[in-house]
């Protein structure tokens, strides 16, 4: 089983919060780093976030101290926390493992659908 839901987001004014989910089978839950990253062109996706199985963190420069990452073991879940947002957020945000990676029949990484944050002004 593989599979990966994103979900929560939204459109919320600037200086605003929303609360992202990503809901994980449990062999991809098993992988020891977990992240959310965010996708505003092409197939660029940006690592903002990640956390280990152990609760060890990092942020990208760009959200440290707005966003935090956290891991629900019960739930399978790892959930972002975005507070003071800024209309640079805007993106389509997707949870991942951050090193071991899952492939699709066709041979690409595999991802979710993803979450669509916009942040007006």
């Known amino acids: 089983q593989v599979q990966l839901v994103e979900s929560g987001g939204g459109l919320v004014q600037a200086g605003g919060s929303l609360r992202l989910s990503c809901a994980a089978s449990?062999?991809?839950?098993?992988?020891?780093?977990w992240g959310w990253f965010r996708q505003t062109s092409g197939d660029q996706r940006e690592l903002v976030a990640s956390?280990?199985?152990?609760?060890?963190?990092n942020y990208a420069a760009s959200v440290k101290g707005r966003f935090t990452i956290s891991r629900n073991n019960a739930k399978n879940t790892v959930d972002l926390q975005m507070n003071s947002l800024k209309l640079e957020d805007t993106a389509v945000y997707y949870c991942?493992?951050?090193?071991?990676?899952?492939?699709?029949?066709?041979?690409?990484?595999?991802w979710g659908q993803g979450t669509q944050v916009t942040v007006s002004s």
């Open positions: 991942n493992t951050v090193r071991h990676y899952y492939y699709t029949a066709t041979g690409s990484r595999y």
């Open positions: 449990d062999d991809m839950f098993g992988i020891r780093r």
């Open positions: 956390i280990t199985t152990d609760g060890v963190t």
